[in-house]
């Protein structure tokens, strides 16, 4: 099998605690100038500089000019979707006791509040749905495999929820997925992928342009606190 240079290279990046430093700052889609940037990664303006000329020139960083300054942000969602995935697997091979220690409040609060995770819910909206829905019964967990009661299938199909479509990917029907911001698990599968799915298609969250943060709406808030309620 061929290897892929670029990965090498992208780990060598990513190697350095002040450059991940910087690249976790813009994970939220913004764009940011140098001295920010310093100041988030405890660094000097000279190596700053050097930082982010090596993350440019690596294709990771892109920068826009405005007026005299200029602006560095993610040269493309792939790259956040890598750093994201490295946190996920972080976390995942973490042993137990360590996962249970409270995040510091690093993420960007965007992301932090609601994300994709691959096609499913993430950030502390999915945390808490998935909590609450398995406090009430709904699930059946063991280890990473996750099931559907009788309580939750009902609940499920009230909430618009195609369960024989769900049933019939080619992939794990639901599953725990540990999430990087909250240090808990959230739903994944095909089961979260397709929860994800009603929510968008009711407007309750709705994707942002620039992140894979997710924004709940003004007329989904009421309408989640409803369903939270009745859990």
């Known amino acids: 099998m061929e290897f892929a240079p670029g990965i090498s290279q992208l780990a060598g990046l990513l190697s350095d605690p002040g450059r991940a ?16 940037l310093a100041l988030i990664a405890g660094l000097s303006a000279s190596s700053t500089s050097g930082h982010l000329s090596r993350l ?14 200029r602006y560095y942000r993610l040269a ?10 490295l946190a996920t697997a972080s976390l995942a091979s973490q042993p137990p006791r360590m996962r249970a220690v409270p995040v510091s409040r690093t993420a960007p609060p965007a992301l932090r509040q609601a994300r994709t995770c691959y096609d499913h819910l993430a950030g502390e909206l999915a945390v808490g749905l ?3 829905m398995s406090q009430a019964g709904w699930f059946a967990v063991a280890g990473s ?11 499920m199909t009230q909430l618009g929820i195609d369960l024989a479509a769900a049933r019939r990917k080619r992939r794990q029907f639901a599953c725990t ?18 929860m994800l799915q009603v929510l968008l298609a ?4 709705e994707p942002t342009a620039t992140s894979r ?3 709940v709406t003004p007329s989904g808030h009421p309408e989640i606190e409803k369903v939270a309620a009745t859990i």
């Open 213 to 215: 943060a997710l924004r």
């Open 21 to 36: 430093a910087m690249l976790w700052a813009l994970m939220d889609g913004s764009a940011r100038p140098a001295g920010e």
């Open 202 to 205: 009711r407007g309750w969250v």
């Open 56 to 69: 440019s020139e690596g294709g990771l960083l892109v920068v826009e000019t405005r007026g005299r300054n």
């Open 130 to 132: 998935f909590e609450r």
């Open 145 to 155: 495999s996750v099931d559907l009661t009788e309580d939750g299938t009902q609940a």
């Open 177 to 194: 997925c540990p999430d990087w911001s909250e240090r808990k698990p959230h739903l994944g599968g095909a089961l979260g992928a397709a």
């Open 76 to 85: 493309t969602p792939e790259i956040g979707v890598a750093i994201e995935a």
